[in-house]
């Protein structure tokens, strides 16, 4: 299996976040409640958050070569197959909620999460032979190159919003 390709989307769409993220506070704070009860800023918040915590849980797999029991979960497999998540469907984890107060802390914090995706550049022949497993708590035990392509289609879903949201204002 070839992760580059994969990799190196979800460094383009880490520039796309960096990008939004320096827009004006006042854009990125202002909500589309038709769209979304999160504002822009939300959303880049628990793309940052949550990129951050699965690019650990890819290192922590491929530190261990942890095994899990189990697979993918049925929404797992036609996610994976999809590369799409149903708008509304899932709840974000709590660790994952949006606390962002600032545009210099949303900068900040996109930009963490960008550099933790770069470092997994020299790692990607390890991710890609590697059967550890981690859990996610809707998609099953995923090996790393399953995790990094979660951070691809749950990156493109939530950029997805807020385009709506850019265009319902």
């Known amino acids: 299996m070839n992760d580059r390709p994969v990799y190196e989307e979800i460094v383009r769409l880490s520039d796309i976040l960096k990008t939004l993220a320096s827009g004006p506070d006042d854009r ?21 958050l949550s990129n951050l915590t699965m690019v650990r849980v890819i290192e922590d797999a491929l530190a261990e070569d942890a095994t899990a029991a189990g697979g ?29 107060k600032s545009g210099d802390e949303l900068r900040s914090r996109v ?26 708590f809707a998609f099953g035990d995923l090996t790393p190159s399953q995790w990094l ?20 204002r």
Do not use: C, Y
């Open 111 to 136: 930009s963490d999460a960008r550099e933790a995706v770069l470092g997994l550049a020299e790692r990607l022949p390890q991710i890609e032979r590697s059967d550890g497993r981690r859990n996610h």
């Open 149 to 168: 392509r979660v951070i691809e289609i749950h990156t493109r879903h939530h950029l997805k919003i807020i385009d709506a949201i850019e265009r319902n």
């Open 72 to 100: 993918l979960t049925v929404v797992g497999r036609l996610v994976m197959l999809t590369g799409w998540i149903p708008r509304g469907r899932g709840k974000a984890p709590e660790f994952a909620l949006p606390e962002v």
């Open 28 to 48: 990125l704070f202002n909500k589309a409640e038709r769209v979304s009860a999160w504002s822009v800023a939300d959303h880049l918040d628990h793309l940052a």
